[in-house]
């Protein structure tokens, strides 16, 4: 079993930063991508952010020269550095994460979710 564990969230004036993080842990042989999404209310999931295990990332188009994803191997974390906050990157944001079991096999995982609020 693997767990993710999301910590960084908060109340942040518009303008400001944010950092947050998801770590990995459990039954792990190597993550293939780790990757972050968010949901406000009333809209759909929808990817931020993601990095996979060589490094390539990708951004949404709302996001470009804001945010940051960053990747530490060694400790499974995957952070989102987040600056230049707006009202609208006001919501419930997710860690995701591909793993490949030690058999092999691939299985997706989700954290619990951080609120990020930005407001003044």
């Known amino acids: 079993q693997v767990q993710l564990v999301e910590s960084g969230g908060g109340l942040v004036q518009p303008g400001g930063s944010l950092r947050l993080s998801c770590a990995a842990s459990?039954?792990?042989?190597?993550?293939?991508?780790m990757g972050w999404y968010r949901q406000a209310p009333g809209k759909q999931r929808e990817l931020v952010a993601a990095i996979t295990s060589r490094g390539s990332t990708n951004y949404a188009d709302s996001v470009k020269g804001r945010f940051t994803i960053s990747r530490d191997n060694f400790k499974n974390t995957v952070y989102l550095q987040m600056n230049s906050l707006k009202p609208e990157d006001t919501a419930v944001y997710y860690c995701?994460?591909?793993?490949?079991?030690?058999?092999?096999?691939?299985?997706?995982?989700w954290g619990q979710g951080t609120q990020v609020t930005v407001s003044s």
């Open positions: 995701n994460a591909d793993v490949s079991s030690y058999s092999r096999r691939s299985y997706d995982y």
């Open positions: 459990g039954s792990i042989f190597s993550i293939n991508a």
